[in-house]
């Protein structure tokens, strides 16, 4: 573990270009949220791999250009650097096709990694790393080692890149789980929990799984946070003009992480993520820089809220 300044939070997970209608954008959420915690002013380690071609050393030249350490990401003589298409729908809402067969689908264990994740503060992982043998191995390898730091699970659902059994293996292996709504209705059928509401979905996934908080995204709704201890806390959203939403998601946990690891409650860190994902909704791109005191007074300058009647119970003054 580090001092109480600097918090060391290593990712593993999809380092990738978004194919985007006006060109081409590094991205991966597990990317996105390195970033985020590195522009917040932690550590950021992340754990991916490459091609060993153009778009590998593009991808590079940008990680870097984040100010990112850049020792864990490796690079692959066979498998290509990875690719997503992204289209929006009238909302600028994300689809994607994801690019199977890739450099980050094959992330090889080494000492380098053993050793990051023994001095990590806080572990963060996702599916997409997991729909084959080769980082899904690596990964759980990594996982068997964690266990003295916050383990983060980003699920990421995305078509024909999860299954049952790494759903069921990755909540199994987390400490806090976030997902945003659409999540809660694909593993509510999944899992066959027929909660009916996301209070009720959060409760019973703490209760089946060693889970201590489940986080939920809204979109432009806000954020709901649960803990074991039996808080619950919901975050309105923020009235904003919406330039793009890609890394807005990402951003919210990637806030929620670094002010959770730096002694925030639960109220705090969902409050700071919030306003986060909601301002990096208005820019283009998930990893352009906001500066903390920009956050703080977004957080204070009254913008319009938007809130779900259905758990306005759950705010908090």
């Known amino acids: 573990m580090n001092d109480e300044g600097t918090k060391t939070i290593l990712a593993i997970g999809e380092v990738l270009w978004d194919l985007l209608p006006d060109g081409a954008r590094l991205g991966g959420a597990l990317f996105n949220l390195a970033a985020r915690v590195g522009r917040l002013g932690d550590r ?3 754990v991916s791999r490459l091609g060993r071609d153009a778009l590998g050393d593009e991808a590079l030249a940008v990680v870097r250009s984040l100010g990112l350490d850049t020792t864990l990401l490796q690079r692959d003589d066979v498998y290509p650097t990875g690719t997503v298409q992204v289209c929006f729908d009238k909302k600028g809402i994300p689809d994607y096709f994801i690019v199977p067969g890739v450099a980050y689908d094959h992330v090889q264990t080494e000492a380098a990694l053993d050793h990051a994740v023994s001095q990590a503060d806080c572990f963060c992982f996702g599916t997409l790393v997991q729909r084959t043998a080769g980082t899904r191995e690596t990964l759980r390898h990594l996982l068997a080692q964690a266990e003295n730091c916050l383990k983060v699970l980003d699920i990421n659902l995305r078509k024909d890149c999860y299954s049952r059994e790494t759903v069921e293996y990755s909540l199994g292996h987390a400490d806090l789980l976030k997902l945003n709504d659409d999540e809660v209705q694909m593993l509510d059928e999944l899992l066959a929990i027929h909660a009916g509401d996301p209070v009720a979905f959060c409760t019973e996934i703490m209760a089946r799984y060693p889970l201590e908080h489940c986080l939920v995204t809204f979109g432009e709704n806000g954020a709901l946070a649960l803990s074991r201890g039996g808080e619950t806390i919901y975050e309105p959203g923020y009235r904003v003009h919406v330039v793009d939403t890609l890394g807005s998601g990402d951003a919210f946990t990637a806030g929620f992480v670094h002010r959770f690891l730096h002694g925030a ?4 860190a969902c409050r700071f993520g919030n ?5 990096v909704a208005t820019q283009v791109g998930g990893t352009e820089p906001i500066a903390p005191e920009a956050i703080a007074r977004f957080e204070n300058d009254g ?3 938007n ?5 306005e119970r759950f705010m908090v003054d």
Request: glycine share 4%; net charge neutral; proline share 5%.
């Open 275 to 279: 306003a986060l994902g909601a301002m």
């Open 303 to 305: 913008t319009e809220r």
């Open 44 to 46: 950021a380690l992340m």
């Open 307 to 311: 809130v779900l009647p259905e758990l």
């Open 265 to 268: 409650t639960v109220r705090q």
